[in-house]
């Protein structure tokens, strides 16, 4: 079984997550501006990683555009955000508006709490962080909005570890090439 690891992030944490799962699973890791359509013929296992930028999944639009060859693949999608993975009905709509529907049945969803350091944000989207807190009315919830975060670890990648070991076979020494 050959898998490959595709991955569209904004600040990074997306980044780190799919180097990471490259490492543990010994699979092939590229952005998905990198990723060659060809060689995504050549996988029957897809791992990809999407950062979440104002609730809309950033590889969105990679997925639709590669939909012809990937949607009879295994896909185990990991979603990196600040969303809190108690507020499932937030995550939930991800879902409904990032994964086309005819690659949803294939797909085996992971979410992973990202980061953000504000000083690292760009200007444009500080702006948009303060009016989006400025908006909201409780107090704490609004400083918990402006606060930095880092939830960044790599023990949050072991459930897909662990999903994508067993689905590509239990005692295989290795899942790449």
Known sequence: ????????????????????????????VFSSENSDQENLLAYDLLVIGTSVYIGKL?????????????????????LVSATPPDENEKLQ???????????????????????MIVKDLSLKDRLLLK????????????????????????????GIVTAVKKYAGAGQPSLAL
Not at 10 to 20: D, F, I
Not at 141 to 156: A, P, Y
């Open 58 to 78: 950033q590889i969105a639009s990679w997925l639709k555009d590669h939909l012809p060859l990937i949607r009879n693949k295994k896909i185990f999608l990991f």
């Open 1 to 28: 079984m050959k898998g490959i690891i595709i991955y569209k992030g904004k600040y990074g944490a997306t980044a780190q997550y799919a180097r990471w799962l490259s490492e543990e699973l010994n699979l092939p």
């Open 131 to 158: 009016m989006g807190a400025w908006m909201v009315k409780d107090p704490q919830e609004r400083k918990k909005m402006l606060t930095d975060f880092n939830s960044v670890q790599k023990e949050n990648i072991t």
């Open 93 to 115: 709509d991800y879902i409904k508006s990032g994964i086309p529907d005819q690659i949803r049945p294939n797909c085996q969803v992971f979410y992973l709490r990202g980061k």
